[in-house]
């Protein structure tokens, strides 16, 4: 089956890969001394008393779980088979560039039950307030309880066309579309709760017409962060389906995109971890609907 | 005429393949194949240990092979598809050998295993890995229903029976045998 190896070919291609290893970009580091302030207002907040708002969420799972997004914002994980992917792929850019506030937010929430963003304030009904905390079989989710609150509030309030139909929240609605994030609404909600000046590129059903993608998303990396709004049924491809739908259904951020050997290699973080993988150019295009950048980095 | 004999055997095959006499999958899958599986597990784990990893196909023939290597901050993803020799060139940088991924490769093709993994699962807040092993479900090629995963869940850790019956029945896993479990879902990763 895999039983063709020939020497020197490999060997060669062996050193190019490690030079490429070697030489690989890292990925965006925090300010630390605004991880710090963010740290000291866990800190300062923490208590073993259980929320009057939130009555099914543990504190002690309540902190931790902050303490390790602002810590290692690496792991934040939306959990499977969750909708929450648009809301995580932006949580994970605010613990990057402003954890001090992330954690404001979060505490605000936790405390009050309501937040005040850039433009509006954020709310939370008795229906969400009630299971935030009680998400089940969904990986490590299901102890991350402020991961729970937060992505369900910002389900709650920012709504696109694709919430239209379930605008109120029932047990089991993080996996439906009562969750689900267009790019519209993506965007919308990153210039809310940023307050930056945030640039799109692309739309729900066709991506950018004429733009070569990966020059765009390589220039723009330098100076900005970008996300990508993509089909994670093209990224994870597979045949098992008859007919996989060419609609975008998934937000990651990109870390690094590079060219060797006539492939695109692409490194971004999504569920919890960096994923590396190389593609096709053209598989590239065909996966990518839009590109979102901000010159924060 | 010609047109009717090919409308006419087109319609039988939408029709064979929309109604079909197959036995589901059910605890008995795993009974009846049980040797096979639990060497399969047995080897899984061992190169596990060498080098996080899972492994399965990505098309229904079980030509083309996704591979996902885990570091503790890094998951690398390769698919045959895009360039064989270059996937498992690159894999000789891990722990795993060719003949490593050979075997394994061969033993869930003979099994018509689709994905072996490893996921975490919460019970109680208590975390507990499980080895999944997906299957191709009774429903999985009719044309109208979505796809159908028949999955094999082997539970790491052995925590008090009744307590983890009843939550993991919950989630909509059936007990079949001593920390093993099966359960039918549209994801097979």
């Known amino acids: 089956m895999f039983s063709y190896f020939p020497g020197n070919v490999y060997i060669r291609i062996l050193f190019i890969l490690l030079l490429t290893l070697a030489a690989e970009a890292q990925p965006p580091a925090q300010n630390p001394e605004a991880k710090q302030r963010a740290l000291q207002r866990i800190d300062r907040a923490q208590s073993s008393r259980k929320s009057e708002y939130w009555p099914n969420m543990n504190p002690v799972l309540f902190y931790r779980n902050l303490r390790n997004n602002v810590d290692s914002p690496l792991y934040l994980n939306q959990g499977k088979p969750t909708y929450f992917c648009g809301y995580a792929a932006l949580t994970h850019f605010m613990l990057l560039y402003d954890p001090e506030d992330y954690v404001a937010r979060m505490i605000d929430l936790y405390t009050t039950g309501t937040t005040q963003v850039t433009d509006k304030t954020l709310n939370s009904s008795e229906r969400i307030r009630k299971a935030a905390g009680t998400l089940y079989n969904k990986g490590v989710m299901d102890i991350n309880h402020a991961d729970q ?7 709650e309030n920012y709504k696109g066309y694709l919430n239209l139909r379930d605008k109120a929240f029932d047990p089991g609605d993080e996996n439906t579309f009562w969750a689900a994030t267009n790019f519209r609404k993506f965007n919308r909600m990153l210039r809310s709760l940023t307050g930056l000046e945030v640039h799109a590129r692309g739309a729900d059903l066709v991506g950018p017409v004429f733009l070569n993608y990966y020059r765009f998303c390589h220039t723009k990396n330098e100076e900005h962060t970008v996300l990508l709004y993509l089909n994670n049924k093209a990224l994870y491809p597979n045949k098992f389906f008859r007919f996989i739908l060419p609609t975008p259904t998934h937000f990651v951020v990109l870390y690094d995109i590079d060219r060797a050997d006539g492939y695109n290699m692409l490194d971004y973080w999504d569920y919890g971890l960096r994923t590396k993988m190389k593609l096709r150019k053209r598989k590239f295009r065909k996966l990518v609907y839009g590109i979102t950048y901000i010159k924060a980095k | 005429m010609k047109k009717v004999i090919v409308l006419f ?181």
């Open chain 1, 149 to 155: 609150m937060w992505f369900m509030v910002l389900s």
């Open chain 2, 9 to 189: 055997l087109l319609s039988g095959i939408l029709l064979s393949s929309c109604f079909s006499a197959k036995i589901r999958k059910s605890e008995d899958y795993y009974f009846e194949n049980r040797p096979a599986l639990e060497t399969l597990l047995k080897d899984y784990e061992a190169l596990y240990r060498k080098q996080p990893f899972a492994i399965g196909f990505s098309d229904k023939r079980f030509s083309y092979y996704t591979i996902i290597m885990y570091t503790d901050s890094v998951r690398y993803l390769y698919n045959t598809h895009m360039n064989r020799k270059l996937v498992f060139d690159e894999m000789r940088q891990s722990s795993l050998t060719v003949e490593d991924l050979t075997g394994i490769a061969r033993q869930i093709k003979d099994l018509k295993c689709l994905w072996i993994g490893k996921n975490e699962l919460y019970i109680d807040n208590r975390k507990t890995m499980a080895t999944n092993l997906s299957f191709k479900s009774q429903l999985f090629n009719r044309p109208f229903e979505e796809n159908k995963y028949y999955i094999l869940s082997f539970l790491e850790t052995r925590m008090s029976k009744a307590a983890t019956t009843r939550r993991l029945r919950k989630y909509g896993y059936h007990e079949v045998g001593r920390n093993v479990y099966f359960t039918i879902s549209n994801r097979f990763r």
